[in-house]
């Protein structure tokens, strides 16, 4: 690469080569993040496990606090003896 001599150069000319030089970087990031993209699309076929036929999808569960729900009416309702509270003296 041929060296510039940055001190010999305007401020123009300094902002211009920032510019172009800010420039080509924005394209060679663009141009490897294509090429690391088409790599992991590539390489996604090896991380998925091979498609089963499934005669019928398996049932949502549902979320824990909507088991809750369901135990606690279809449970029959228990009155808990309570343990007698000792009075202060």
Known sequence: ???IDLDSLGIEELAALR???TDKLFEKV?????????????LAQYSKPPAK???SA?????????????RK????KQSEPKEPVAKAA
């Open 53 to 55: 036929k499934a005669e």
């Open 73 to 76: 009416q279809s449970e029959p």
């Open 19 to 21: 510019e172009s030089a």
């Open 30 to 42: 663009a141009t490897r993040r294509a090429e690391l993209e088409a790599e992991l699309e590539k």
């Open 58 to 70: 398996p049932a949502p569960k549902a979320k824990k606090s909507e088991e809750a729900k369901e």
């Open 1 to 3: 690469m041929a060296k």
